[in-house]
């Protein structure tokens, strides 16, 4: 397939070109018949969905492992709630359920180009642990045997253009982790996919530029995570152009935190792309974090009772039970644990203009679940968005909780995977600091500029899933 | 520090210029006052190293759980023997020992300019179960409690320059796995740094040319794995001088399987870096390998005697327990249990021109103790060397074992890490094939340029230590 964009100079745009062309699409060249909205709201009346919680008991094709005590389906499939026990390094080792789903599944968005410009299909999909019901989702969301067998392809829309013969042209293709606080070892494959032939539109999807896409960030608990995770993977070039009438100096570091480090000085990034990298081995190399599994019987300071498995102290996270039954025409209804959060979390960077390019900074933080137990983090990721059960200790809470509102960049409250997770949702939030704010920070933290994640999310275990909805959410402020 | 070498026309020779320029040396431009094989021969006068097997009850400061049974030390650090289980979507579980290492240590090879010319300051190291006593090994192994406690450095000679304020230019510095075979979840600190100050040379070190420690590499069991691992790290640029008076066409198009895709078509490898990462990244989602840790009495099939923990088939690794007595004026003693395989074990390469340029066979191979499960191998990657315990099914044995010795490129039996493996040996072999070979392959087999190979490792768990071994190995043919 060749590409048909050029530059005014006739040489060919390259994908993070046609990416940032997306973006910058103020009007989309396909609506899909119906305007946004409208789809959208279609959608919400053609669907069923009702979620109740039930206690364990009633779980259909679930049970507790008579040794041991792990929650799992009777197929050995799916996923199974299991202890995970840490040594931080502290005086006491902890224990928590974690959820081990060890396939790898595939997130893709199919791109498509229509009047030389974008458009990714984007699904509405109902989720059990969505608070409302639907959100905007990936083109696929995959499980491993829908991805490996290809003769069960056809249970899932569009997935032939993931893989095998009548795959599209893969523009981006990575492995990603999500929540290391509550899964164990999980990552999911971050996909986009061109296509150039004709794509039928069922009635749940809907073409929309990435310039629509950035705009609904902002839309509460709208982009659900499996496609902020993707988008965060979608490398753009700098955007040249002037983005509006009146750049302020913020967009104007903010885009010069897109350019290469080959575009002169005025694109210098405070650290090279090896001393970003040191710096993450030695964090890693400092922590002294492990964490083994553990069978659920094996935690401490956590109870379950008929209805859920929770810590003694009330603040974490629950383990429930839903029955759940969905669908338009035909309704199916099945029952699953969910993990439920009790509080909102807060993921947020701290962002400075250094010498006229933004830098976000970025923290090098240990999760139990994770391959590596250290990625990359917001400069502040907490389970509770108000601060209220923060260790007196985490830095940079004050400023993000105390920021002058004209500095408060981007502030949406976006959800966790409604998948696993029961009305999970997290204030993500960028937040400008001027010159007042010292280069200086402490060793677990690294100024990075926008190029410099980009350039890492072509790898895995990197970002962690926080990160990167952080950076989807950067990705909107120009 | 600014770099005094420079191409020809006057721009400086970038890091991998100057490791090619320091391969090609063939006279060092330093001998540290002495050739190297006296210097080596009177290493081997000044040491004392003896080393007897004993049974376990004789372990001083080590011991058996009484909860669990796993091997470990006294303080809670080195290391222990614990168990893994293992699921790979076969019909029955397996399980066998497994060394747990959570600490990140450093191996680190200090490089100084001589006449314009690169040297690495090599250490005559004595391991515990090294064959040989004596092996070639980088200028710092250094455990994570050397590393991070600077108060302590003083320890480790040379560690300075690896660390903290007086660290010299850091060069290569990426975390890579090590035997996913027999160790879980172990990583490395591969670190290159150059100095320009005067450095006090102790008489167990010597500066050698990459020139040289390539021709040694071809000497059985002289450089050590640790050093290998190092050296497979090193990015090298393509030599564009010839390299000998007639050099042979697996030469060519060895040279330019070096070069910069950027280079044009006639460096044109097979596929792009992006099909590579997807070829690797479906290996992954197919792999359905699991592996979690195990108390050592949860294993099946291994039964503990008073000696060793062995297989009951007996063709696995036993585990055993030495005494060790070591030191060149001041001796100190201590005890520690070792993993000792009963065969040598064999990794090879295929390799072949595709195009005018060379490609290796790479395999996408699960090792239960590695951190994804599945790392970049050699094509043919055994426990034991001739062949008499392999599975009939694994590719390209034939091709390794009844090759026509000139097609045998590089055929070497090194040693793997003596301080954790008794008489621990591996064939290395590169063996080329022609046309007559496909190129199609099955679907876990990739052909890579080394260029490819290169650019992966800088990140980690990529190539597993077997892979990088032989990397080391192929940058010697040249």
Redesign the interface.
Known sequence: MTNQLAYPDGTALDTAAQFTLSALAADPAISAGLAFHEWWADRHRAGRFEVVTIPFSELDKWHFRPDGGNLVHESGKFFAIEGVGVRDGGTSDWSRPIINQ?E?G?LGILVKEFDGVLHCLMQAKMEPGNVNTLQLSPTVQAT?SN??RIHRGGDTRYLEHFRGPTRGE?LV???QSEQGAWFWHK?N?NMVVRVTGEVPVHEDFCWLTLHQIRALLRTDNLINMDARTVLSCMPFAHPSAPVGPAVDAFTDALLRSYQSPSAGPAAASLHTP?EV??WF?EA???CEW?S??LPLTGITGWTRTADEIGDDEGRSARIIAVRVAAGNREVTTWTQPLLAPRDHGLAAFLARPIKGVLHLLVQARPEPGL??ILEMAPTVQLPNCDGSATDSGTPFVDEVFSADPGRVRFDSVLSEEGGRFYHSQTRYRVVEVGDEFPVEVPENYCWMTVRQLMDLL??GHYLNIEARSLLACVHSLW
Chains 1, 2 share one sequence.
């Open positions: 060890p790898i595939v491993r991805y490996t893969v293709d990575v492995l990552s494959r090896e990298l040191t081995i890693k190399t400092r492990t083994r599994l391959l590596d072509r790898h």
